[in-house]
């Protein structure tokens, strides 16, 4: 079993910076790739950004310049640098894990979610 703890969520003035972080543990052989998602009332999830385990990056393009993804496979790390924040990025982050298993099989895994506010 997998799971994920994420940490870093708040409220912030616009303009203003947050990191969040999610540290993944349990069967994971290998980490295919980590990423980060969001969710607003009334809308979809949707694609935040996105490194895979060799280091090649997506963003969303409302986020490109603004947001950093990094991760550390070592640790089971994936970070979400966000800069320049906007009252449009008010939504509930969550985590996200493609990996494979112990057992060989590849599956994936989501945080419980965490809390950004940005106040204009």
């Known amino acids: 079993q997998v799971q994920l703890v994420e940490s870093g969520g708040g409220l912030v003035q616009a303009g203003g910076s947050l990191r969040l972080s999610c540290a993944a543990s349990?069967?994971?052989?290998?980490?295919?790739?980590m990423g980060w998602y969001r969710q607003s009332p009334g809308k979809e999830r949707e694609l935040v950004a996105v490194?895979?385990?060799?280091?090649?990056?997506n963003y969303a393009d409302s986020v490109k310049g603004r947001f950093t993804v990094s991760g550390d496979n070592a640790k089971r790390m994936v970070y979400l640098q966000m800069n320049k924040l906007k009252p449009d990025d008010t939504a509930v982050y969550y985590c996200?894990?493609?990996?494979?298993?112990?057992?060989?099989?590849?599956?994936?895994?989501w945080g419980q979610g965490t809390q950004v506010t940005v106040s204009s």
């Open positions: 996200n894990v493609k990996y494979t298993s112990t057992r060989f099989t590849a599956d994936d895994v």
């Open positions: 490194i895979t385990s060799v280091g090649n990056t």
């Open positions: 349990g069967s994971i052989f290998r980490i295919n790739a």
